[in-house]
């Protein structure tokens, strides 16, 4: 690990500050990514600022009927909390379905966002990887894949975002609050937040240098049958192969959103369209133009067959 200097921000509009000022700055809150990539020396922080004391740990109502969750919630407290078990049950199940219990423990809203790739050539600093170095290329792309996109990646990089909270946040229309180093706030809804990857997969959101995310916003609830199910190669602490986020009304019309297939949580508007027609005619909507690989076109199939039991599920 390389060496670094350490400070505590005071509030959220001082650790802009300091991190857009203070070049190879880091916000560091839970550490759970962080800390083990700059182990591997992929990430190499000069600086890191501390904003675990900056009271962003809050679960509260909005007058729209919704639930502003504070940027540094952890994703425990999140899952059980009352009103989203209630509510958004499709959050509670995805935050549950992720790592271990000990790791949620100390994860938080705002870094299971940015937490990166878990893609096998990312993390080998002897594979070349546009997304750690840029320019270097993407060993994936004539490797093993299986793990891998197969929607909205580029000839630049292959990676899946590996979030589940992300997946059901995008369902679920959530939107992200934060503050620019200059002190002013922006909202920016999920569906924007993160980029195509294109040339340039290092950068991975359209955050500015520095900005902070102080908190993710619901809007309020929309009822119907909450589903999240994660297709893995095993029960526990395994990322997605696939993974289906469905929020389903009783008519059968609904949202859904898919994780392990794409650079970010993948959802298509004109797909909710076709839920009620079943699983198949709303995955090959969701997956129009798919370039999977050699080794993961099975996800293709998979992603039909899971959306097509969640649907079963749904209707009882």
């Known amino acids: ?14 650790a802009a500050a300091l991190a857009a000022r203070t070049e190879g700055a880091k916000f ?22 501390d904003v675990n004391g900056l009271k962003l740990d809050a679960i509260e109502a909005t007058e729209a009927g919704g639930l502003r969750i504070g940027a540094l919630v952890r994703n425990t407290d999140l899952a059980a909390d009352a009103r989203v078990r209630r509510d ?45 170095k840029p320019g270097s290329g993407c060993a994936a792309l004539n490797g093993f894949s299986r793990q891998l996109g197969v929607i909205g990646t580029s000839s630049a990089c292959i990676a899946t975002h590996p979030s ?25 809804p999920l569906a924007d937040f993160y980029r195509d990857p294109g040339e340039t997969p290092h ?20 009822g119907g049958t909450h589903i999240y199910r994660k297709v893995r190669d095993r029960a526990s602490y395994a990322f997605a192969l696939i993974s289906v986020a469905a929020i389903v009304q009783k008519d059968g019309t609904g949202r859904v959103a898919l994780g392990g297939v794409a650079p970010k949580p993948w959802r298509v508007a004109a797909a909710d369209a076709e839920l009620p027609r079943g699983g198949k005619a709303a995955a090959d ?11 993961n076109a099975f996800k293709l199939t998979l992603a039909q067959r ?3 039991a969640v649907l079963t599920e749904a209707k009882g």
């Open 1 to 14: 690990m390389k060496a670094f200097s350490y400070a505590r921000a005071t509030s959220p509009a001082e």
């Open 28 to 49: 560091i809150a839970g550490g759970t990514n962080l800390l083990d990539l700059m182990k591997l020396e992929i990430e190499a922080p000069t600086h890191l600022i």
């Open 88 to 132: 958004y049950g499709l959050l509670s199940r995805a935050l549950v379905a992720g790592a271990s219990g000990q790791l949620r423990n100390k994860a938080t809203t705002a870094g299971n966002l940015l937490q990166r790739t878990r893609c096998p050539y990312f993390y080998d600093t002897n594979q070349p990887c546009n997304k750690r």
């Open 164 to 188: 589940d909270m992300a997946v059901a946040l995008r369902a679920l229309d959530a939107t992200v609050e934060t503050v620019k180093p200059d002190g002013a706030t922006r909202v920016i």
């Open 203 to 222: 950068l991975e959101t359209v955050l500015a240098k520095g900005e902070l995310i102080t908190a993710v916003v619901l809007p309020s609830p929309v």
């Open 285 to 295: 909507m969701l997956l129009a133009g798919a370039k999977p690989t050699h080794h």
């Open 306 to 308: 899971t959306l097509s």
